[in-house]
C-alpha cells in the first residue's frame, strides 16, 4: 500500500534555484494538502486542493506555488529559493475537507544555502 | 485564532506504565480533533479521529478523550512499551476551511 508517495526525499538548492516537489496518493483521495514542519513552529499548511482542479493558500504560501495535476497529483513549486524555506515538506491526502482521517507522506528534507 | 497547546513538550516513562499526554485549544468550536504519532524522519501518522460530537475514541491500547467546553483531549496510552516511543501531535479542525491547527507535540520515550 504506497498510500501517499513524496519526492524527492532529500534536496540542496542554491538560493535563487527552483524545484518542484512531486506528490502522489494512490486512495482516490478528493483533498490534498502540502504542509511544511519547523523547530518550534510546528506543521503549518502551505497551500491545499479541496478537489481536482482548485487550490487555495493555506497560511504561509509566501514564495510557493501550487499545481493540481489530476486527482493523484499534488506538486509544490519553489521558484526562487531562499533559506527561509529550509524545512521538511509533507505532502498529505484526506477523502474530504473535515470529518476524516488525513494521510500523510514520508516528507521531503529541503535544505537552501 | 485557534491555538493549540500540548503538555508536556516530553515525556520519558518505564516500560509497562500508563501513560497520559495532553492537549488544549483555545476555540471550542472545534469539528474534529486528530491524535498523530510521527516517527523521527517519518510523516504523520493518524492515530484516532474523535468528531466534535463524541467524547471518546479507542483503538487498542489507546484512547483519547475530548471535552470541547474546556477546550482539551487527553491521550491515553495503557502498558506502554519502547514501540510507542515518538512524536505525538494532536491537531483540530475548525471545519470551516480546510485548515488543520497543530500541536507542537509531546515527545515520549519509553525506557525498557
Known amino acids: 500500500n504506497a498510500g501517499v508517495t513524496q519526492t524527492p526525499k532529500f534536496q540542496v538548492l542554491k538560493t535563487g534555484q527552483s524545484m518542484t516537489l512531486q506528490c502522489a496518493q494512490d486512495?482516490?483521495?478528493?483533498?490534498m494538502y502540502w504542509y511544511r514542519q519547523d523547530p518550534g513552529m510546528g506543521l503549518r499548511l502551505i497551500y491545499y486542493?479541496?478537489?481536482?482542479?482548485?487550490?487555495d493558500k493555506g497560511e504561509v504560501p509566501n514564495g510557493y506555488n501550487v499545481s493540481r495535476l489530476n486527482k493523484r497529483e499534488f506538486s509544490l513549486r519553489l521558484e526562487s529559493a531562499a533559506p527561509s524555506q529550509t524545512s521538511v515538506y509533507f505532502c498529505?491526502?484526506?477523502?474530504?475537507?473535515?470529518?476524516?482521517?488525513?494521510?500523510f507522506g514520508e516528507g521531503s528534507w529541503l535544505t537552501v544555502v | 485564532k485557534q491555538e493549540v497547546t500540548q503538555i508536556p513538550a516530553a515525556l520519558s516513562v518505564p516500560e509497562g506504565e500508563n501513560l497520559v499526554l495532553n492537549c488544549s485549544f483555545t476555540?471550542?468550536?472545534?469539528?474534529?480533533l486528530q491524535w498523530f504519532r510521527q516517527d523521527p524522519g517519518k510523516g504523520l501518522t493518524s492515530l484516532l479521529l474523535i468528531q466534535s460530537s463524541q467524547r471518546e475514541q479507542t483503538s487498542g491500547r489507546l484512547n483519547a478523550s475530548l471535552d470541547k467546553s474546556s477546550g482539551r483531549s487527553t491521550l491515553y496510552i495503557a502498558a506502554s512499551q519502547p514501540g510507542d516511543s515518538a512524536t505525538y501531535l494532536c491537531?483540530?479542525?475548525?471545519?470551516?476551511?480546510?485548515?488543520?491547527?497543530f500541536g507542537k507535540g509531546t515527545l515520549l520515550t519509553v525506557n525498557p
Open positions: 491537531a483540530v479542525h475548525l471545519g470551516s476551511n480546510y485548515k488543520l491547527t
Open positions: 486542493s479541496a478537489s481536482e482542479g482548485t487550490t
Open positions: 476555540d471550542s468550536a472545534i469539528y474534529n
Open positions: 498529505a491526502s484526506s477523502q474530504g475537507s473535515s470529518g476524516n482521517t488525513i494521510y
Open positions: 486512495m482516490n483521495h478528493n483533498s
